[in-house]
């Protein structure tokens, strides 16, 4: 689960509005609006709601929001897109984290909260990707590596900050190597 505050770029104050939650493991987008905001206080998609004392926002609109903030999967130089945010695959929550949430429809923007490694999802879908091609239940993957198969999956699914040691005895149970890449 991946955390951000919504703030209003166009206000000199930068007091979060509301709290948007990203599940990876379900594509799902959920928004709590602060006590202290008013229906001109939240994007416009939020605001029947706060008018009416509301301060969970229904997720379909948490999901609209969202959608006019990153590219449609159908995007016909999608392909590109995610390249260019260092994605190999769709993920709006990534995407939508790629560019702190900015959109041209308003002056909202994104500050993540998360606790821990921000890349758990790309980390945990690339280890899924290589127990497959090496032929592995998640179950031979934790009897050949000593770590446990509850861990491996909370790593596939982008639920866990595992350390260099876990990532290299995973990688080598598989008979490959881990290797860290720092970018700017």
Known sequence: MRTFEIVDGELQETRP???????????????????????????????PFVAR???????????AWVEERIAPPG?????????????????PCELLAANDGRSSQDGFYLRETTEGYRGAALLGRRLAEARARAGLSQQELSERSGVRQETISRIEHGRANPTLATV?????????????????
């Not at 379900?26 to 939020?46: H, I, M």
């Not at 995007?75 to 993920?91: K, M, P, S, T």
């Not at 290299?168 to 700017?184: F, K, W």
């Open 75 to 91: 995007r016909q130089n999608i392909g590109e897109v995610l390249r260019a945010h260092g994605l190999d695959r769709y993920d």
């Open 17 to 47: 509005c509301a709290t948007l939650r990203c599940d990876q493991s379900r594509g799902t987008f959920s928004a709590t609006v602060a006590d202290w905001v008013g229906p001109n206080d939240v994007p416009v998609q939020f605001s």
């Open 168 to 184: 290299d005895a995973l990688a080598r149970a598989m008979g490959m190597r881990a290797e860290v890449i720092l970018e700017a």
């Open 53 to 63: 004392g509301e301060r969970v926002i229904p997720e379909q609109w948490v999901s």
